[in-house]
T-cell receptor
Framework: NAGVTQTPKFQVLKTGQSMTLQCAQD?????MYWYRQDPGMGLRLIYY???????DKGEVPNGYNVSRLNKREFSLRLESAAPSQTSVYFC???????????FGPGTRLTVT | AQSVTQLGSHVSVSEGALVLLRCNYS??????LFWYVQYPNQGLQLLLK??????LVKGINGFEAEFKKSETSFHLTKPSAHMSDAAEYFC????????????FGTGTQLKVEL
């Protein structure tokens, strides 16, 4: 069991470039989440998918889009990167009835 | 709307001393509560969770937390700190039926000194 995997681990973008962060889980979880972590602000929810085929906005969705490709995979896309999107991005997944979330190792993104 | 407050962004203890990390929450319904730990350059790992069973919850690595409804608190404790406990700790709250979404506190960095 790999758990939750994320690619890439590190990425540097120039302002205006686009990229997709990939996330996959092998625990047969229904729900998946994308967070960003910034110093002193904890983790903030960007988007989530309660089940395959559904996605919803979280606390800070502006500038991002997501795709729940299938039950295993949940991708996060930055269409036009901005320096304010420099952050560490975490993907997580959960079984609905247990509520606890399992986190990937994170992607460290720098936008210059 | 639910929220989480962690008092003290940095806590320093001596090795062998009591660890106490504070967490207060606000929620419109009885919540589910979690403590996560994050070691440098890693993702978050679940320490323990409260889901309306026993109010005293035991987790991994000797940590425990007590749910106190009257104080809206869920403080994390460990009787004797070890150097390996140095990490950042996050308290999180989820409202049942809220799409399993977690709301996190801003984190407490624990430093353990010799």
């Amino acid at each position: 069991n790999a758990g939750v995997t994320q690619t890439p681990k590190f990425q540097v973008l120039k302002t205006g470039q686009s990229m997709t962060l990939q996330c996959a889980q092998d625990m047969n979880h229904n729900s998946m989440y994308w967070y960003r972590q910034d110093p002193g602000m904890g983790l903030r929810l960007i988007y989530y998918s309660a089940s395959e085929g559904t996605t919803d906005k979280g606390e800070v969705p502006n500038g991002y889009n997501v795709s729940r490709l299938n039950k295993r995979e949940f991708s996060l896309r930055l269409e036009s990167a901005a320096p304010s999107q420099t952050s560490v991005y975490f993907c997580a997944s959960s079984l609905a009835r247990n509520y606890e979330q399992y986190f990937g190792p994170g992607t460290r993104l720098t936008v210059t | 709307a639910q929220s989480v407050t962690q008092l003290g962004s940095h806590v320093s203890v001596s090795e062998g001393a009591l660890v106490l990390l504070r967490c207060n929450y606000s929620s419109s319904v009885p919540p589910y509560l979690f403590w996560y730990v994050q070691y440098p350059n890693q993702g978050l790992q679940l320490l323990l969770k409260y889901t309306s069973a026993a109010t005293l919850v035991k987790g991994i690595n000797g940590f425990e937390a007590e749910f106190k409804k009257s104080e809206t608190s869920f403080h994390l404790t460990k009787p004797s700190a070890h150097m390996s406990d140095a990490a950042e700790y996050f308290c999180a709250v989820s409202e049942p039926g809220g799409g399993n979404k977690l709301t996190f506190g801003t984190g407490t960095q624990l430093k353990v000194e010799l």
